[in-house]
């Protein structure tokens, strides 16, 4: 009995002592960083066309930022000097005025003085089909970051399902089924994903900043427009 025990107690000496040393080493091995960087680069060929989509869509919705952002500064002192100048009977000077401000608002202006002598209905129809031409230049490729919102998260869905396809084939293969094996090459495969979707929402968010800006850009030349036409018709009052 004593023999037993005394074995017994050996083994399980053993066995705590291999478990420390197994630690021990388990311990030495250096944890991989997860780099972004990196994980860019194993995502494959389909972060080349979602990276295009992104410079695409920044350039866009910067260069409509600016050129909406300046078709919507104030004009209050553009209608002052067009009513001061209708005012006291000097339309070529209010025709100059608009000319000189060259902005959406002073173009519908413009048109609307020049057809001064027609009935109110052919200004108002001048005034409203300039006013569209200036709002079709305002959402000018607008459109292409829509586009690029919906379908940079399908390139990344792309990618993923390619690439589980391709982990499942090497198993097919290989033989080997191991959870590290699968793991591996999914996490990888799933940045694909990651990246449309980040892309996708941020071209989203841009498409959506940039219709509320044109409608307010929009809301702006009709309330002007109004009180040009109002303004057309004080003398006649």
């Not at 982990?167 to 191991?178: A, Q």
């Not at 841009?206 to 040009?228: G, Q, S, W």
Request: proline share 3%; hydrophobic share 50%; glycine share 10%.
């Amino acid at each position: 009995m004593m023999l037993l025990l005394q074995v017994a107690a050996d083994t399980t000496a053993k066995l705590i002592d291999t478990a420390q040393q197994a630690s021990q080493q388990l311990a030495k091995i250096p944890e991989e960083e997860l780099r972004f960087g990196d994980l860019l680069i194993k995502g494959g060929w389909v972060m080349v066309p979602i990276g295009i989509l992104a410079v695409l869509g920044l350039v866009i919705f910067f260069e409509r930022f600016f050129t909406i952002r300046k078709a919507s500064r104030n004009e209050s002192h553009l209608m002052s000097q067009v009513r001061s100048s209708i005012h006291s009977g000097d339309l070529q000077s209010a025709i100059a005025i608009c000319r000189n401000s060259n902005t959406p608002l002073g173009r519908m202006l413009q048109k609307g003085l020049l057809r001064i002598g027609r009935p109110i209905k052919d200004i108002e129809g001048a005034i409203e089909n300039v006013g569209k031409l200036e709002v079709s230049k305002l959402e000018k490729n607008i459109g292409i970051i829509g586009i690029v919102a919906g379908i940079a998260p399908m390139f990344g869905f792309l990618g993923t399902i390619a690439g589980v396809i391709k982990i499942f084939y090497d198993i097919s293969k290989t033989d080997n089924i191991s959870m590290g094996v699968i793991s591996g090459g999914l996490y990888v495969k799933m940045v694909t994903s990651a990246a449309g979707l980040f892309v996708g929402i941020i071209a989203y968010v841009c498409y959506h900043i940039l219709n509320m800006m044109v409608d307010k850009v929009i809301l702006k030349l009709e309330t002007d427009a109004i009180e040009f036409i109002d303004l057309l018709e004080e003398p006649s009052k």
